[in-house]
């Protein structure tokens, strides 16, 4: 049986995730499940099957990216709250 998780999130982010699990026909439950199996089985180096997390595959940056998108939202964050 599952065990109850309470997040804290943006309602504009809630009620847009809500609305994308309707029209997929899934529980919002189900998607942050399947999001947080697909990210447990990467740490592993194996792969997980969601038509879910199939469809929104690649659209991350590549790890050479990072340091550049990193140090984009680090500014972001400093000029919205600091």
Do not use: C, W
Not at 39 to 50: A, D, H, L, N, V
Not at 66 to 79: A, F, G, Q, V
Request: net charge positive; charged share 35%; aromatic share 6%.
């Amino acid at each position: 049986m599952g065990a109850k998780l309470t997040l804290r999130l943006d309602e504009t982010l809630i009620k847009n995730a809500k609305r994308l699990a309707k029209t997929r026909k899934v529980s919002l439950s189900r998607m942050v499940s399947d999001y947080f199996k697909s990210i447990s089985f990467q740490e592993k180096k194996e792969i997980i099957e969601s038509p879910i997390l199939s469809e929104i595959t690649g659209i991350l940056p590549s790890k050479a990216d990072n340091k550049k998108l990193l140090k984009s939202y680090k500014k972001h964050i400093e000029d919205k709250y600091l």
